[in-house]
């Protein structure tokens, strides 16, 4: 009954949240003359759309690192395996020839797009309707992919522990970006070249008939997959197999005695992750309106990782918030460190191209030898809880 | 008499080339406490291990109400009704006390609000810890908690694998006096104990482990009685 009750006030949080992410990135087509900050070329944007992408795949992991404890680094090739099926899937089969010209176009003569403006036709209502659902349905499939090649992969790695799983699946990542980069896959990954045309996040803004922008739905669009995903996450984590999950986390062979088995389990946990992984990889490319092999590196994963321990091991809306916060600073807050500045003809030390992740190396290293548990611990957010913060004290009695 | 539970025929555990359990058998009937009392070592805790299922037997057969359950994997097991409490408690700090609860019933999918309250009951202090983290409990409620949890997969069998380990004496007199209850009613209980003493004085029947194999057998008073276990394990010897 309270658990009900606790996902229905979610449920009202996040469509809030989304409503006011449509309002924000509308503001500027309806009032002029607001702050740059609101215009759709700012930063803010861009933060807001990455952070959306990046916090999927945080939750994604800390569903994998926090809740089941099992530290895997595979994230970023699960990435990959989304962003790629995305791709090739929606690419239209006019734009195959031109994006696959190194190869003589693609093995793969296919478009979920095109098959559904088949469907409802090729303009107007009926080729925003195709758009929509062929992207929804590949997003679907990226998930899928991602969740099929972690459950065999998953077969022979989960039977190993902590760091031996975390090299594992670090190398596992690595393999796949080698084998999708290689020229022989050509054809179908377009070898280390970028797959591009496919929809992007700006392709679901609503347009009139002569390209100018009625309604911007492109922040909203990974926002709504995002907190659906995150949603899903969080019902399960919430659920019966999630205390499941926890108790694995907590002591493996007290689970096993109450029952629980281990291996189903972590499969469970390992193909849901990368599941989710993969839909983030599908926005990410979204994102970026690219898919190419060479932006999922091990990299991305510490990026990843970071996040979760920055935003709390056990988090979802710890990593959330640390998504936010990282993605805000990285692109946005402390870009300023990158470039030189004079005063008057005083030259600002330190200052220079490169700064910017120095200061971010210090910032982490403080965070991981004071706050190692990072900024939300183990704990979520408590909204009702905040809200009694700031309400006046009701007075004790003794 | 009543009917055999459990029947562990000539059981054999080897870790690598050390064996461990060396050729036991004993029986459990219906509706009693049981207990295998040993010296560090003995072989106790790996009979247990093995019977529940987290260890696989070299040799022997595990019978459970007529089924052999030989190395079947520990869900199957639990699934039938046989519940252990791990050595040193084993409860999941970071689950709330009633997490840990519904966890020992996780094979189950009925209804779990009168089992709950079946465990509040033997152990109040759990009901007011509830939304408390488990690791945040005292030893002593950790124990009560790790009974309890076991209790909410309505065991056919308890198993305890030293339920009175770095207790305060006061607490280990409360844990056994519960013990008792759960056994009055009607839940069978194996028992393995360092602190013979406890065991002897709440079981029916007791077994002595000695270097993986039973050195002596009756009921609890008579091993209470017996001359050589009090001197091995009861610190009582004339001398």
Known sequence: ?398 | MSEQVLKIDNLKVRYGGIEAVRGISFDVKAGEIVTLIGANGAGKSSTLRTISGLVKPAEGSIIFEGEDITAKDPTAIVSKGLMMVPEGRRIFPNLTVLENLKIGAYLRKDDLEKDIEMVYGYFPRLRERSWQEGGTLSGGEQQMLAVGRALMGRPKLLMMDEPSLGLAPIVVQGIFEIIRQINDAGTTVLLIEQNANMALHVADRAYVIENGMIAMEGTGKELLEDEKVRAAYLGSSSS
């Open chain 1, 1 to 398: 009954m309270k658990q009900k009750k606790k996902t229905f006030q979610i449920f009202i949080g996040i469509t809030i949240l989304l409503l006011f992410v449509i309002l924000l990135e509308n503001l500027s087509t309806f009032i002029p003359g607001l702050p740059q900050v609101l215009s759709p070329t700012s930063p803010l944007f861009t933060v807001l759309k990455k952070a959306a992408v990046y916090s999927l795949v945080a939750v994604s992991m800390n569903l994998l690192n926090g809740f089941t404890g099992l530290f895997s680094l595979g994230q970023a090739g699960f990435m990959l395996l989304g962003a790629y099926t995305y791709a090739i899937l929606t690419v239209p089969t006019a734009m195959k020839d031109q994006v696959y010209y190194l190869f003589g176009g693609c093995a793969f003569d296919f478009s979920l797009v095109d098959m559904f403006k088949g469907m409802f036709g090729e303009s107007g209502f009926g080729g925003a309707i195709s758009m929509i659902l062929g992207s929804f349905i590949a997003l679907i499939l990226a998930g899928c992919v991602a969740g099929l090649f972690s459950y065999l992969i998953g077969i022979p790695v989960l039977r190993l522990k902590s760091d031996y799983l975390a090299i594992a699946t670090l190398g596992f990542a690595e393999i796949i970006r080698a084998i999708f980069q290689w020229q022989k896959f050509g054809p179908v990954t377009n070898g280390a070249n970028m797959i591009k045309g496919f929809p992007t996040f700006s392709d679901f803004n609503i347009t009139g008939p002569s390209g100018n922008v009625i309604l911007r739905l492109s922040t909203f669009v990974p926002f709504l997959v995002s907190a659906v995903c995150i949603l899903l996450i969080v019902l399960l984590i919430n659920s019966s197999y999630g205390r499941a999950f926890k108790s694995i986390r907590d002591d493996e062979v007290a689970a096993e005695a109450m029952g629980i088995s281990l291996f189903k389990h972590k499969m469970l946990s390992f193909v849901i992750s990368s599941f989710f992984a993969g839909i983030g990889g599908a926005l990410f490319a979204m994102y970026v309106a690219n898919a190419q092999a060479k932006a999922f590196t091990s990299v991305m994963t510490y990026e990843i990782l970071l996040i979760v321990v920055i935003g709390g091991i056990g988090s979802v809306s710890g990593s959330v918030l640390a998504t936010f916060l990282y993605v805000a600073c990285s692109e946005w807050w402390l870009r300023f460190l990158d470039t030189e500045v004079y005063l008057g003809s005083f030259k600002v030390p330190l200052l220079r191209n490169g700064f910017r992740m120095v200061v971010f190396s210090v910032v982490i290293m403080v965070i991981v030898l004071f706050f190692s548990q990072g900024i939300m611990g183990n704990h979520e957010i408590n909204f009702g809880a905040l809200l009694k913060k700031f309400q006046p004290k009701p007075e004790r009695k003794s």
